[in-house]
């Protein structure tokens, strides 16, 4: 079983940045597709941005041009890079793993908080 620790969110203004990191540990981490999803309160989650084991990434509309995510393989972590961020990035954000060719882990963690407000 894979776990993944996300951690790096917190409050920020509208026009601010963050970077959450989402740190590896339990398999081997160069083999999957990993992925970014959040989750507004009422709201159903989301997917944000993705990068392959070939890293090969892939945004939502909403944040295209203002995030980035990339990894690390040597420190098995993924991070997602938010600039720009709007009082509607505000929500519980999680990373999750892949197979190529399957489907997201079933297995979820905490998430972690990131709320833009002025």
């Known amino acids: 079983q894979l776990r993944l620790v996300e951690s790096g969110g917190g409050l920020v203004q509208p026009g601010g940045s963050l970077r959450l990191s989402c740190a590896a540990s339990?398999?081997?981490?160069?083999?999957?597709?990993m992925g970014w999803f959040r989750q507004a309160p009422g709201k159903q989650r989301e997917l944000v941005a993705t990068i392959t084991s070939a890293a090969n990434t892939n945004y939502a509309d909403s944040v295209k041009g203002r995030f980035t995510i990339s990894r690390d393989n040597a420190k098995n972590t993924v991070y997602l890079q938010m600039n720009s961020l709007k009082p509607e990035d505000t929500a519980v954000y999680y990373c999750n793993i892949r197979y190529p060719s399957l489907d997201w882990s079933v297995y979820w963690g905490q998430g972690i908080q990131v709320t833009v407000s002025s």
């Open positions: 339990g398999s081997i981490f160069s083999i999957y597709d």
